[in-house]
């Protein structure tokens, strides 16, 4: 997190493609809460 920029990056296409991860991981985590009956909050 403190090593690598996400919003801050400089080249478009690295920053689009690391903001396209963290989507994907995001929505794993949140399917993989769901199945296992856990609510996630809408903010941490």
């Known amino acids: 997190y ?3 920029s ?4 400089p080249d478009d296409q690295l920053r ?5 991860l963290l989507e994907q991981v995001a929505g794993l ?5 769901d ?6 909050p809408d903010r941490m």
């Not at 689009?16 to 396209?20: S, T």
């Not at 985590?29 to 809460?33: D, T």
């Open 2 to 4: 403190h090593e690598v």
């Open 6 to 9: 996400v919003l801050h990056e």
């Open 16 to 20: 689009a493609q690391r903001l396209l």
């Open 29 to 33: 985590l949140e399917s993989s809460m």
């Open 35 to 40: 199945l296992l009956g856990i609510t996630l």
